[in-house]
Nanobody, 127 residues
Framework: QVELVESGGGLVQAGGSLRLSCTAS????????LGWFRQAPGREREFVAA????????YYADSVKGRFTISRDGAKNTVYLQMNSLKPEDTAVYYC????????????????????WGQGTQVTVSS
């Protein structure tokens, strides 16, 4: 049984930082991409960042490049999203997701391509 559990959300002032964690279980990790998505009220779920478990390649949405960093810890089966220089427009529920991919397959930015999802964690950035 696959399970993704997020933590680390909260309330922070603009310009501040938060680190989100996603601990995964039940996956054959080397075949997966782990990603972060977010969804603000009234908006569609959007891609934030992703990391290939095998190889460690990272991918970012243009809106977070240079501010957010995704990383993984194999020993802890955990993916992190370090968010710096937060802006009010970063306010959303952040979701961890896993996508089974082939080694030559491109990393998807589409939520529908991801197979497993966490329950989400709220991030609120005040101005």
């Amino acid at each position: 049984q696959v399970e993704l559990v997020e933590s680390g959300g909260g309330l922070v002032q603009a310009g501040g930082s938060l680190r989100l964690s996603c601990t995964a279980s039940g996956l054959f990790f080397s075949s997966y991409v782990l990603g972060w998505f977010r969804q603000a009220p009234g908006r569609e779920r959007e891609f934030v960042a992703a990391v290939r478990w095998s190889g460690g390649g990272t991918y970012y949405a243009d809106s977070v490049k240079g501010r957010f960093t995704i990383s993984r810890d194999g020993a802890k089966n955990t993916v992190y999203l370090q968010m710096n220089s937060l802006k009010p427009e970063d306010t959303a529920v952040y979701y961890c997701a896993a996508d089974h991919v082939l080694p030559v397959e491109a990393v998807s930015h589409l939520p529908n391509d991801y197979d497993y999802w966490g329950q989400g964690t709220q991030v609120t950035v005040s101005s």
